[in-house]
């Protein structure tokens, strides 16, 4: 598994208009200004691509923080 630093680069990725400095794990990632469906299902895709683990938009919902997503996939692996 990635370090958090690695996967909040790639989790940055999936924001078109954020720029990746803005990412942290304490960011709230859905206060962001292009956070929207799109990018839920594209974090989805990623981390089924990168860590094959399956996450559902329950996870995405409940999740608040990078941090939290990044524990979530962790706990799947």
Known sequence: MDTI???ISKF???FEM???SEFTPETHF???EDWDSLVA???IG???NTYNVKLIGGDI???ITVNDVYNMVVSKI
Do not use: G, W, Y
Request: net charge negative; glycine share 0%; hydrophobic share 35%.
């Open 5 to 7: 630093n690695d996967f």
């Open 12 to 14: 940055s990725e999936q």
């Open 18 to 20: 954020t720029d990746p």
């Open 30 to 32: 859905k206060d962001l």
């Open 41 to 43: 299902l594209s974090i």
């Open 46 to 48: 990623m981390v089924h």
């Open 61 to 63: 919902r409940s999740a």
